[in-house]
């Protein structure tokens, strides 16, 4: 078992984690002083068995913390899980814990322009929402039809909704 405490993630942390994950049979409890829930997604990739908040780390929760682990179970704190699962739905590659733009399904405007056609809003009223204009609306729609060799901005709709982005 290993215990591993850092202020906050970054490139030190990942290689000592990585450094002690190479024994699959060694278990891994991470403390944080500081958890960004942006980095989530690489501190779940990381290695670690477990992540703990250093302020909410008391001797009791840490020993719970290191028999889970030693059980071969995992833990989370339940916001950081929320945060985790909301980025894997929205991306389909990650590399190094990051949600990379190749494997991206959709942008954050790509996602509010299609959940707006869903919606039924015509292309001026998505406009007017967003703040752009109807070109560029057309063209964020366009640009989703021609990347995932769609048909139409229904079909990148329906894509989206059955990809569960939307």
Known sequence: MAVIAFDAFGTAM????RKFSQS???GIVLVLGSVDESSIAGLASSGANAILRRKHATPDILTKTISSVAQGEGSIPGDLAAHLMKQLR???RYESGVCTGRGSKFTERERQALSRVADGYSTLEI???MGYSERTVKMILSGVVKRFKLRNRTHAVAHAIRENLI
């Open 14 to 17: 990942m290689r000592s984690i």
């Open 24 to 26: 699959e049979s060694l």
């Open 90 to 92: 929205h991306c389909s």
């Open 127 to 129: 406009a007017r929402e």
